[in-house]
Nanobody, 122 residues
Framework: QVQPVESGGGLVQPGGSLRLSCAAS????????MAWFRQAPGKERVFVAA???????DYADSVKGRFAISRDNGKNTVYLQMNSLKPEDTAVYYC????????????????WGQGTQVTVSH
């Protein structure tokens, strides 16, 4: 079983940067995908970015060119570098992991972190 734990959220001004981390504890099974989702108040949880065990990437159009996902397999940790942040990026960010086929759908992920708040405001 895998238990992701997010950290690094906080308050930043528009145009600023923030780096989120997600450490996956417990036993891991390869191959697997790790991904980031976000959920704003009153809205559904949506896909942000993903990285596979082999290092391929996928980004939502809303964050492409601004966010970068990376992975340290030795530490079972995934990172999300967030640049040029906008107020619409404000949300709770969740880390997720899955051992099945890759998907952007949150229903395709078996393991979830508790979430970390990111607020972008003056």
């Amino acid at each position: 079983q895998v238990q992701p734990v997010e950290s690094g959220g906080g308050l930043v001004q528009p145009g600023g940067s923030l780096r989120l981390s997600c450490a996956a504890s417990g036993r891991t099974v390869t191959p697997y995908t790790m991904a980031w989702f976000r959920q704003a108040p009153g809205k559904e949880r949506v896909f942000v970015a993903a990285i596979t065990w082999s290092g391929s990437y996928d980004y939502a159009d809303s964050v492409k060119g601004r966010f970068a996902i990376s992975r340290d397999n030795g530490k079972n940790t995934v990172y999300l570098q967030m640049n040029s942040l906008k107020p619409e990026d404000t949300a709770v960010y969740y880390c997720a992991a899955d051992t099945g086929l890759y998907s952007r759908n949150p229903k395709g992920y078996d393991y979830w972190g508790q979430g970390t708040q990111v607020t972008v405001s003056h």
